[in-house]
């Protein structure tokens, strides 16, 4: 991977992960967990063939749209009003200390290990960082779905550099379904009839 | 025919098949049980990867299953856990009878089982991680049943559970480094490090353990019960087996003093809560960490002696484990909550699982003549050899327990008895049921026999051949 494409393709991860950590609609909150496969996959590349690695995007798109059409069963329920500037700000802020923090660990990461390009340790320690504070800082099954999956994501694409199991692969898209399936069950167990 | 074919892929595929049977009845109960007592006959009695012959038919069970290029392996030398844990599983399921957990725990719960099995069973058993991580997450529709408010304590277990699997993953990749080099001190802190804390959030050791009292105030006992037996069971095992296979931390002794050190800070900070409890459920939740950290105090004492005792202290802890949870999912079936002020009436109707449950409180104590107490006292000996002031934290977390067992005695003798309401008639309570007498006599005999002479459940040591290294 080239400077310039291992550069923007870190960029759009953290302007996909820090657009789903700030935004109010889940609409584009799925949106952007789909786009954000999209640059995973593309940082798994140097590390898997293409036909293995295409797993891991299909797999985020599954679950992407397994939570998006959950949540498009749901009623709507507006934002809560006056705090949601300065939550905003927090979160940019909380985002802002991942990304030096990460900036910072990332060479010495990729320096260290030797297993992975400095553009993969970006990538990952960001989502990893990013997908900490989505599950940290909003509240809900649905926030922390997406904050589980972003950090699984950010996880896999260190791992994938250092493990290319198919059965773990298999496993792992086997979690990452079953987040996004438990998450939908959560959703919606409120709305299901009752056992008893 | 492979063993993992039969204890894993058998069970996850009935159990799957289950989920899809739509009436309200005990079919899937039964027929649950029945597999699960079968598959535990077959691993008492028939020895694997020998040829057998049946009349003119000859077969075998073979240890292997190979999966995608690796290989899912339960020997010999593992038929006892088998038999242990499908027993277990069936004793689960009999209590399911009287605790009614829901309509999804027969098969749920065999499929929750199949992926313990896996994860004993994976090679390279670092993978089981993810097999562990399927399992809390397959038990979720259990948790919150349907037409319930999910909680924060779901959020949390989900979240905590998963946590652990990035940490041990990386952990099998820096461990492949550690043995190349092992006198890489760098690298042997960072691979222990990632391996503590994988392994915290796995057995909810402190401070990790947050989400298992909020759990057990939103959900039913026996499906946290269930999960709070097997979970910290089948992660001490396969920390078990990863100290059996790294040298570096077989012949570590500071891994064996942390063990101890987390051991004996989870006993006194769990009987520490427990006894200022006035939920049963989160004394539950409590009393299962006090049993955590008692298994890591027993890994922790090292060498034949520390695997003796672990299994010595695993066996009757799942017994008592079992009969908590199902008193106090019988008790919340009558009663409004399970807050002690408003338990009176249920401890004054149901005395016999009034009295298991304290019993099972003493027990996890470690009060003498009851069945954990010989694996205890083999603990307090090697904490006191070791060190005087774990010895101490230990004893003051099971003298928090026995005082939460006392104050529940307290709860139900001092109860009124409910008045009788006229014209309705007289609740139907524990001397009245034959199955509840059973439980309580064949509970109560075992955990006493147990109790007074460990060498009754010897053959069950058997199991310390599961781990040769550790036991040289």
Same mark, same amino acid.
């Given at each position: 991977m080239s400077d310039f494409t291992g550069t923007f393709v870190v960029l759009l991860l953290l302007i996909t992960a820090l657009y789903m950590l700030v935004n109010q609609d889940w609409r584009w909150a799925i949106a952007a967990l789909g786009i954000q496969y999209i640059w995973a996959f593309l940082l798994v590349i140097p590390s898997w063939p293409a036909e293995l690695a295409v797993v891991k995007l299909v797999t985020g798109w599954i679950a992407a749209t397994v939570l998006g059409l959950t949540r498009l069963n749901l009623p709507e329920t507006p934002p809560a009003s006056g705090s949601v500037p300065s939550g905003i700000a927090f979160r940019l802020l909380a985002a802002g200390l991942v990304v030096l923090l990460v900036l910072g660990a990332a060479p010495r990461l990729a320096e260290w290990s030797r297993a992975f390009d400095i553009y993969q340790a970006w990538g990952g320690l960001l989502l990893i960082g990013i997908g900490l504070m989505q599950i940290a800082l909003r509240s809900g099954f649905f926030r922390s779905a997406l904050g589980l999956l972003t950090l699984f994501a950010g996880f896999e694409i260190l791992y994938a550099a250092v493990e290319a199991s198919t059965l773990v692969t298999g496993l792992l898209a086997a979690v990452n379904l079953g987040i996004a399936l438990v998450a939908s069950y959560l959703l919606t167990a409120p709305t299901l009839e009752a056992e008893e | 025919m492979s063993s993992a074919l039969l204890w894993v892929v058998l069970p996850i595929a009935a159990g799957a098949l289950m989920? /899809?049977? #739509? #009436?309200?009845?005990d079919t899937p109960l039964y027929l649950a049980l029945g597999l699960s007592a079968v598959l535990t006959w077959i691993a008492w009695q028939f020895p694997i990867d020998v040829v057998l012959q049946l009349g003119s038919v000859s077969f075998e069970i073979t240890p292997t299953l190979v999966v995608l290029g690796r290989n899912f392996t339960l020997g010999e030398t593992q038929r006892l856990l088998l038999t242990f844990m499908y027993a277990a599983q069936t004793f689960w399921l009999l209590g399911a009878f009287i605790? #009614? &957990?829901?309509?999804?725990f027969p098969g749920l719960s065999l499929i929750a089982v199949g992926l313990f099995m896996a994860a004993l069973a994976?090679? %390279? =058993? /670092?993978? $089981?991680a993810l097999l562990l991580a399927a399992a809390v997450l397959v038990w979720v529709p259990l948790l919150v049943p349907a037409g319930r408010q999910p909680g924060r304590g779901v959020q949390r277990a989900i979240v905590f559970n998963l946590f652990a699997v990035p940490f041990i993953l990386f952990t099998g990749w820096l461990l492949t480094g550690v043995e190349a080099t092992p006198g890489n001190f760098g690298l042997v802190l960072r691979a222990g490090l990632l391996l503590a804390l994988g392994f915290s959030f796995l057995l909810a050791v402190f401070p990790f353990h947050s989400w298992m009292p909020m759990l057990a105030q939103e959900t039913h006992p026996y499906a946290l019960g269930f999960l709070m037996f097997f979970l910290p069971s089948v992660s001490s095992l396969f920390l078990l087996s990863l100290i059996e296979r790294y040298v570096w931390l077989r012949e570590n002794p500071a891994v064996f003093q942390v063990l101890l050190a987390a051991g004996s800070l989870g006993v006194l900070l769990g009987g520490a809560w427990a006894s200022q409890q006035r939920h049963l459920g989160r004394l539950l939740a409590f009393a299962c960490m006090v049993a955590t950290g008692g298994l890591l105090q027993a890994i922790g004492l090292g060498d034949a002696t520390g695997l003796h005792t672990f299994f010595a202290l695993l066996l009757p802890q799942a017994w008592v484990l079992w009969a908590l949870s199902a008193c106090l999912a019988v008790l919340a079936r009558h009663t &409004?909550?399970?807050?002690l002020e408003e338990l009176g009436p249920a401890l004054r109707q149901h005395p016999l699982l009034a009295f298991t449950s304290v019993a099972g409180l003493f027990a996890l104590a470690g009060l %003498? /003549?009851?069945? &954990?107490f010989a694996a205890h006292l083999a603990i307090w000996s090697g904490l006191g050899l070791q060190s005087v002031a774990l010895l101490v934290l230990s004893l003051l977390g099971s003298l928090g327990l026995l005082a939460a067992g006392l104050r529940l005695l307290y709860a139900w003798l001092s109860a009124p008895a409910p008045a009788p309401q006229r014209g309705e008639p007289q609740a139907r309570g524990d001397f009245a049921n034959p199955y509840i007498w059973a439980f309580f006599i064949i509970w109560g005999v075992t955990l006493l026999g147990y109790g007074l002479l %460990?060498? =009754? /459940? $010897? &053959?069950?040591?058997?199991?310390?051949?599961? =781990?040769p290294q550790l036991l040289q």
């Amino acid at each position: 991977m080239s400077d310039f494409t291992g550069t923007f393709v870190v960029l759009l991860l953290l302007i996909t992960a820090l657009y789903m950590l700030v935004n109010q609609d889940w609409r584009w909150a799925i949106a952007a967990l789909g786009i954000q496969y999209i640059w995973a996959f593309l940082l798994v590349i140097p590390s898997w063939p293409a036909e293995l690695a295409v797993v891991k995007l299909v797999t985020g798109w599954i679950a992407a749209t397994v939570l998006g059409l959950t949540r498009l069963n749901l009623p709507e329920t507006p934002p809560a009003s006056g705090s949601v500037p300065s939550g905003i700000a927090f979160r940019l802020l909380a985002a802002g200390l991942v990304v030096l923090l990460v900036l910072g660990a990332a060479p010495r990461l990729a320096e260290w290990s030797r297993a992975f390009d400095i553009y993969q340790a970006w990538g990952g320690l960001l989502l990893i960082g990013i997908g900490l504070m989505q599950i940290a800082l909003r509240s809900g099954f649905f926030r922390s779905a997406l904050g589980l999956l972003t950090l699984f994501a950010g996880f896999e694409i260190l791992y994938a550099a250092v493990e290319a199991s198919t059965l773990v692969t298999g496993l792992l898209a086997a979690v990452n379904l079953g987040i996004a399936l438990v998450a939908s069950y959560l959703l919606t167990a409120p709305t299901l009839e009752a056992e008893e | 025919m492979s063993s993992a074919l039969l204890w894993v892929v058998l069970p996850i595929a009935a159990g799957a098949l289950m989920l /899809l049977y #739509r #009436r309200k009845d005990d079919t899937p109960l039964y027929l649950a049980l029945g597999l699960s007592a079968v598959l535990t006959w077959i691993a008492w009695q028939f020895p694997i990867d020998v040829v057998l012959q049946l009349g003119s038919v000859s077969f075998e069970i073979t240890p292997t299953l190979v999966v995608l290029g690796r290989n899912f392996t339960l020997g010999e030398t593992q038929r006892l856990l088998l038999t242990f844990m499908y027993a277990a599983q069936t004793f689960w399921l009999l209590g399911a009878f009287i605790t #009614r &957990p829901g309509r999804l725990f027969p098969g749920l719960s065999l499929i929750a089982v199949g992926l313990f099995m896996a994860a004993l069973a994976v090679q %390279p =058993f /670092l993978y $089981a991680a993810l097999l562990l991580a399927a399992a809390v997450l397959v038990w979720v529709p259990l948790l919150v049943p349907a037409g319930r408010q999910p909680g924060r304590g779901v959020q949390r277990a989900i979240v905590f559970n998963l946590f652990a699997v990035p940490f041990i993953l990386f952990t099998g990749w820096l461990l492949t480094g550690v043995e190349a080099t092992p006198g890489n001190f760098g690298l042997v802190l960072r691979a222990g490090l990632l391996l503590a804390l994988g392994f915290s959030f796995l057995l909810a050791v402190f401070p990790f353990h947050s989400w298992m009292p909020m759990l057990a105030q939103e959900t039913h006992p026996y499906a946290l019960g269930f999960l709070m037996f097997f979970l910290p069971s089948v992660s001490s095992l396969f920390l078990l087996s990863l100290i059996e296979r790294y040298v570096w931390l077989r012949e570590n002794p500071a891994v064996f003093q942390v063990l101890l050190a987390a051991g004996s800070l989870g006993v006194l900070l769990g009987g520490a809560w427990a006894s200022q409890q006035r939920h049963l459920g989160r004394l539950l939740a409590f009393a299962c960490m006090v049993a955590t950290g008692g298994l890591l105090q027993a890994i922790g004492l090292g060498d034949a002696t520390g695997l003796h005792t672990f299994f010595a202290l695993l066996l009757p802890q799942a017994w008592v484990l079992w009969a908590l949870s199902a008193c106090l999912a019988v008790l919340a079936r009558h009663t &409004p909550s399970l807050q002690l002020e408003e338990l009176g009436p249920a401890l004054r109707q149901h005395p016999l699982l009034a009295f298991t449950s304290v019993a099972g409180l003493f027990a996890l104590a470690g009060l %003498p /003549l009851l069945g &954990p107490f010989a694996a205890h006292l083999a603990i307090w000996s090697g904490l006191g050899l070791q060190s005087v002031a774990l010895l101490v934290l230990s004893l003051l977390g099971s003298l928090g327990l026995l005082a939460a067992g006392l104050r529940l005695l307290y709860a139900w003798l001092s109860a009124p008895a409910p008045a009788p309401q006229r014209g309705e008639p007289q609740a139907r309570g524990d001397f009245a049921n034959p199955y509840i007498w059973a439980f309580f006599i064949i509970w109560g005999v075992t955990l006493l026999g147990y109790g007074l002479l %460990p060498s =009754f /459940l $010897a &053959p069950v040591q058997r199991l310390v051949l599961m =781990f040769p290294q550790l036991l040289q």
